[in-house]
């Protein structure tokens, strides 16, 4: 028996929902929802909400339910991780030259003319009430580290009782599965049956550019990230706190990130 | 100044250059057995997975789809 299943580009990435039992239709309405989610709340589109919220930082903004959400969740991010999962990256993300999609390439790296500093705590630039959020002036948000997971797990209560939601690589699957077992997954080189679990992956071995430069900055610095690890991957309760704690392992490096993974999440990583 | 001296410096000229380039090839050869360049320090998976009981697995089982960076 195999699960019904639909893939498609969107979030900057591969995206593959699969279903067990799923109603007609809901795997096409999932990807709807999913492309939606990708216009409001992506940093690359001037008239997104995010961008929009971006663009006002120093007012208090009305937010829609789904960003505040997630700012919310960026908040959170960043306490369980001890900082090192922080939202508020955006300007040391573009200074080092990733300040388009990535499929555009690369612009114009700043970082030997910028002067980056460690990045202050996210509360301390982010403030979020019931409708509404406001951000420090100097500031701004960057969804791509927390999103795919939270919206995975979003996804998967839409979808139904058994399904998988996999958004370029950070996933969640609910249910027993085809066979009851779970749902067979890739992970670490062997195949693990996740069942109301959620798996996420964090590294450098794509979206990065040049010597030293990627996407995952570590906001100690300001800088992307030195890590003696190339990618990390982990099982947790969801798909948002598998994404958390892959990043924090990946930012603290490979002998903090074994002693993390053990009091944490089941863990996996690959040194370069 | 005669043609002939432009034609002899001409061929001196060529000389040289044979010389020098047969030279240099001679002590530049390139050895098959050098190593690569970057080295590769290491290969594969050096990672250490650890599952918790409640965790399945199965090195037979064919994934549906695979965690990974993306």
Known sequence: MSPDSL???SLGTTCSLFGAGTPPGALAEGRAWVEEMHRRLTRFEPASELSAFNASAGDWVRVSPA????????????????????????????????GR???????????????????PLLPNML??????????????????????????????ERLGENCLVNL??????????????????????????????GAATSGTRRRSWGDG???????????????????????????????????TAFLLGRRAAEFYLEQNAPGWYLAP | MPGWVLKLAACLLTGVATAGSAGYVTSHLKSPSAPLNPRVVASGPV??????????SSADQQPLTFTSVS
């Open chain 1, 101 to 119: 999609t990535f499929s555009q390439g690369p612009t114009v790296t700043a970082r030997d003319t910028v002067t980056l500093d460690p990045v």
């Open chain 1, 168 to 197: 370029g690589g950070d996933l969640f699957a609910r249910g027993a599965g085809l066979d009851g077992r779970g749902w067979p997954v890739g992970f670490g080189g062997t195949t693990v049956f996740l069942r109301n679990r």
């Open chain 1, 127 to 156: 403030e979020v009430s019931p409708g509404a959020a406001r951000l420090r002036p100097g500031y701004g948000i960057d969804l791509g580290g927390i999103a795919k997971g939270w919206l995975a797990d979003r996804l998967a």
């Open chain 1, 213 to 247: 430069l990627h996407h995952l900055v570590d906001p100690r610095t300001g800088r992307p990230a030195k890590t003696d690890l190339a990618e990390v991957s982990v099982i947790a309760a969801s798909g948002a706190d598998a994404e958390i704690h892959a990043k």
């Open chain 1, 67 to 98: 960003l505040e959400a997630l700012l919310r969740e960026a908040l959170r991010a960043h306490r369980i991780s001890g900082g090192l999962v922080h939202a508020g990256v955006l300007h040391a993300i573009i200074a080092a030259g990733y």
């Open chain 2, 47 to 56: 990672g250490r997975l650890t599952l918790t009981p409640s965790i399945r």
């Open chain 1, 7 to 9: 893939e498609f580009e």
